[in-house]
């Protein structure tokens, strides 16, 4: 692996970190289906929390990663209970009281707030590419939210609790931005794992009575959930995130309901129609805008640049 990584160039790293963040958390879409009809919001969330708690637990005492700096603490805690935990719960609930396109109306504007608190507060630049990529996303992930729905209704409930997941999960990632920069992507998903898990503790009974009656399939999502689409997918996402802004990185999850198509095409043997495979080929094209560059900039800058000196951007060239 060391020397895989050493021939790999550089800047490939972190876009191949993105694209294991955005498979795993699009199969996650089809685990929840099965392991949702078993297991209530919280002990759900609870359990997955859990077992992704004791992976990364373990990564972490055999690579003796040891305990974050103190300064990463603020960033690590807030992301901890607004995205590991609180949102995990909240959005678990909401999409139980809304049909499908009202949450992908509601859910996906979360990078959108990642992109405006960034600026806010991390300063992370918005330029026309970025912002015309994602309103093409979110156009393309309405559409198959809204091809995808199954009729049901939508609550008042439902609709504010998938506004509270949207904004947790833009709070944690730009709360979780800043932490990067003092621990490793590993430390800060481990204890940003636990945090969650001990937010979520209140669901404790509901997790041990439901998974005494659950079936097998559902508790083997549900561990699945844990290792994989939280475990992995959250350091893969650190990793990249501390490589790039937090916009570009909530740009990059547009790519995940052209994903879920795909595999529970595959999966599930669900065709999509028409309609959803233009939304998803207007998430992947969105999310291609947004992660490009102007051409002219490049030629332009690399003028400018002497020879063996390095650009202040390309120090930061995202994935």
């Not at 305990?67 to 209970?81: E, T």
């Amino acid at each position: 692996m060391k020397n895989l990584a050493a021939r790999t160039p550089q800047h490939l790293l972190p876009a191949a970190a993105a694209v294991v963040t955005v498979v795993l958390w699009a199969s996650a879409f089809v685990s929840i289906r099965s392991a949702g009809d078993s297991y209530s919001p919280g002990a759900l969330a609870l359990g997955r929390l859990l077992s992704g708690s004791l992976v990364l637990g373990v990564l972490c005492a055999v690579r003796r990663e040891g305990l974050p700096d103190r300064a990463a603490w603020r960033g690590i805690a807030i992301s901890g209970v607004l995205w590991f935990g609180f949102y995990s719960v909240v959005l678990n609930w909401g999409e139980q009281q809304v049909d499908a396109g009202t949450a992908a109306l509601v859910v996906n504007i979360g990078p959108i707030l990642i992109a405006l608190l960034g600026a806010r507060l991390l300063g992370d630049p918005m330029p026309p590419r970025l912002l015309a990529g994602m309103a093409v996303s979110f156009a393309g992930a309405v559409t198959v939210g809204l091809s995808m729905s199954g009729g049901g209704g939508s609550s008042v409930l439902g609709v504010v609790l998938c506004l509270l997941a949207a904004v947790a999960y833009a709070g944690g990632v730009v709360a979780q931005k800043p932490a990067l920069g003092r621990a490793s992507a590993l430390q800060v998903t481990t204890f940003g794992c636990l945090i969650g898990a001990v937010a979520c503790l209140p669901f404790s009974g509901q997790l041990v009575g439901e998974a005494a009656g659950a079936p097998l399939s559902a508790t083997l999502n549900m561990l699945y959930l844990g290792v994989f689409p939280l475990a992995l997918a959250f350091t893969t996402w650190a990793y990249a995130l501390a490589r790039t802004t937090a916009s570009r990185m909530g740009a990059t999850t547009y790519a995940v309901p052209a994903l879920v198509v795909l595999m529970s095409w595959l999966a599930l043997g669900e065709v999509p129609g028409v309609l959803t495979l233009a939304g998803g080929v207007l998430c992947l094209a969105g999310v291609a805008v947004s992660r490009s560059r102007a051409r002219a900039s490049r030629v332009v800058a690399a003028k400018d640049t002497r020879p063996g000196e390095t650009r202040p951007e390309e120090a930061r060239e995202s994935a």
